[in-house]
């Protein structure tokens, strides 16, 4: 599965967007982007995922560039509760296991 | 509330001993899949089991070992333990049996071992 950059840490304002970013230059054909947060020592948590659509659902936007090397997750109104560690994850159709990294600390401020 | 179950949630143990952590996916989900995280290792997949099989291996010691049962239910098995062993251990659960699609995750169990 393809290799994901994150930023280690960012910060938003409390009712702005977080804009957070991923990069994976070497994503192939056949390998979808997941996004999954973990709230404080909680059990990770579904965001979204996409193959090169972007995508929106209740929680964010998913926005894919047309080359696939690179995608961003939007939260367009973060509260203090998104504050968190987002993953960014890479993986191939029919992969057996969700492979986590170090993921990005969002930290939504009042 | 994820569907996921695990239990205990808290656990305290010395240093040889053995442990049981229990999982309960959701109602209808096939895969468990396990999953440890320490604060330096962040969150490593030990082991999927998929309709009672086992399915993916990830970086689990010989120390611990897992099954899932004909209910679904999965227990991960902890013994020899040492103090590197404290970690959270999450369990989580999803319909099909690839990692693809969407993975529901317990709480959790904390395990230290002193």
């Known amino acids: 599965d393809a290799k994901t950059t994150q930023p280690p840490s960012m910060d938003c304002a409390e009712g702005r967007a977080a804009n957070l970013p991923c990069n994976h230059s070497?994503?192939?054909?056949?390998?979808?982007v997941y996004w999954y947060r973990q709230i404080h020592s909680q059990g990770p948590q579904y965001i979204i995922h996409?193959?090169?659509n972007n995508e929106t659902n209740e929680m964010a936007s998913l926005i894919i560039t047309e080359d696939r090397k690179s995608s961003t997750l939007i939260l367009p109104h973060a509260t203090l509760r998104d504050t968190a560690v987002y993953y960014c994850?890479?993986?191939?159709?029919?992969?057996?296991?969700?492979?986590f990294g170090q993921g990005t600390r969002l930290t939504i401020n009042p | 509330d994820s569907g996921v179950t695990q239990t205990p949630k808290h656990l305290i143990t010395a240093t040889g001993q053995r442990v049981t952590l229990r999982c309960s996916p959701r109602?209808?989900?096939?895969?468990v899949y396990w999953y440890q995280q320490s604060l330096d290792q962040g969150l490593q997949f030990l082991i999927q089991?998929?309709?009672?099989?086992?399915?993916a291996k990830g970086n689990i010691l010989e120390r611990f070992s897992a099954q899932q049962f004909p209910d679904l239910h999965s227990e991960l098995n902890l013994s020899s333990l040492e103090l590197g062993d404290s970690a959270l251990y999450f369990c989580?659960?999803?319909?099909?049996?690839?990692?693809?699609?969407?993975?529901?995750f317990g709480e959790g169990s904390r395990l230290t071992v002193l």
């Open positions: 989580a659960s999803s319909v099909g049996g690839q990692g693809t699609g969407e993975l529901f």
């Open positions: 070497t994503i192939s054909g056949n390998e979808y």
């Open positions: 996409g193959l090169k």
């Open positions: 994850i890479v993986i191939s159709q029919g992969a057996q296991k969700l492979v």
């Open positions: 109602s209808g989900d096939l895969s």
């Open positions: 089991y998929y309709n009672g099989e086992e399915r």
